[in-house]
C-alpha cells in the first residue's frame, strides 16, 4: 500500500515536474550516490593505513590449501589474523574445525559474523591482531597480510609459541620470511613451523 503511493508519487513527478525540477531531482541523487561511494572509500582506506588492506582470500585457493598443503583435521583450531570477511574462517569451519578470526574493520566483522551464524565452532573478534592471546588449543595461524607487516606478525607469533610453549604452525599467503624456512609450499603458500625458543 505504502509502496504503491510512493511509486505513484514519483511517476507523478516524472510526469508533471518541469524540466529543471529534473535536472535538480537526479543531480541530487548523484551527489547522494557519489557521497556514499565516497565515503566507503575514506572508511576502507583509513584501515589499509593501519595494515594489509581488505583483499579476501579465494575460496577455491583455500580449499587447495586445506588439502594440500595443510590437511585439517577436527581438533584444530586455526586462527586468522586479519580475517576481513570471514571466508577463511567459513572454510575451516566447513571442515569440522574450530577457528578464531579478529579483524579492524567493524563493518567486516559484522559480515564475518552474519556469514557464519550457522556454524558454532567459529569466533570473530574486532580489534587489533597484535593485541591477540591465541586460545591454548591453537594449531596453526593464517595470515593474508602485505610485506610492510609480515616480520611483525611473524614475531607476533614467535611471542604466543613462547607464551604458551608449543610449536604453533603458520601459513603464509603471498609472502615468504626471511627468518625461516618453510616445511612445506604449495602455490602461493608457505607453512612455516614456529617453535617456542629456549631462554
Ligand atoms: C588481505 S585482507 C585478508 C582477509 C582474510 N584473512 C582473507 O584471507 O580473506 C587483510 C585484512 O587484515 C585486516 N587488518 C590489517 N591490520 C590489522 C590489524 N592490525 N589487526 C586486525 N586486522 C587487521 C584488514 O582490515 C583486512 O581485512
Known amino acids: 500500500m505504502i509502496t504503491s503511493k510512493i511509486s505513484n508519487s514519483f511517476i507523478l513527478f516524472h510526469l508533471r515536474a518541469p524540466k529543471g525540477a529534473h535536472f535538480l531531482f537526479y543531480n541530487c541523487s548523484m ?20 595494515g594489509a588492506p581488505y583483499v579476501p582470500s579465494r575460496k577455491k585457493e583455500l580449499e587447495l590449501l586445506f588439502k594440500n598443503l595443510y590437511p585439517l583435521k577436527a581438533s584444530d583450531h586455526i586462527i586468522d589474523l586479519g580475517s576481513g ?8 569451519a566447513e571442515h569440522g574445525a574450530h577457528c578464531t578470526g579478529i579483524e579492524l574493520n567493524p563493518v567486516l566483522v559484522l559480515i564475518s559474523k552474519l556469514r557464519l ?9 574486532l580489534g587489533d591482531m597484535y593485541g591477540l592471546k591465541f586460545p591454548e ?18 614475531r607476533k607469533v614467535q611471542t604466543e609459541a613462547n ?12 609472502f615468504e620470511s626471511k627468518k625461516n624456512k618453510p616445511t ?16
Not at 557521497?35 to 583509513?46: L, Y
Not at 551464524?117 to 570473530?124: E, F
Not at 588449543?137 to 611473524?154: K, L, W
Open 163 to 174: 607464551r604458551l610453549n608449543k610449536a604453533i604452525s603458520f601459513i603464509s599467503y603471498g
Open 117 to 125: 551464524l550457522r556454524h558454532k565452532n567459529t569466533r570473530v573478534k
Open 85 to 92: 570477511d570471514g571466508v577463511v574462517l567459513k572454510v575451516v
Open 31 to 50: 551527489n547522494i550516490a557519489l557521497g556514499i561511494i565516497g565515503a566507503i572509500i575514506v572508511f576502507f582506506g583509513i584501515f589499509a593505513l593501519t
Open 137 to 154: 588449543d591453537t594449531s596453526a595461524v593464517y595470515v593474508f597480510g602485505d610485506g610492510r607487516d609480515f616480520n611483525r606478525i611473524e
Open 184 to 199: 612445506k609450499t604449495y602455490r602461493a603458500y608457505f607453512l612455516y613451523k614456529i617453535r617456542p625458543e629456549k631462554n
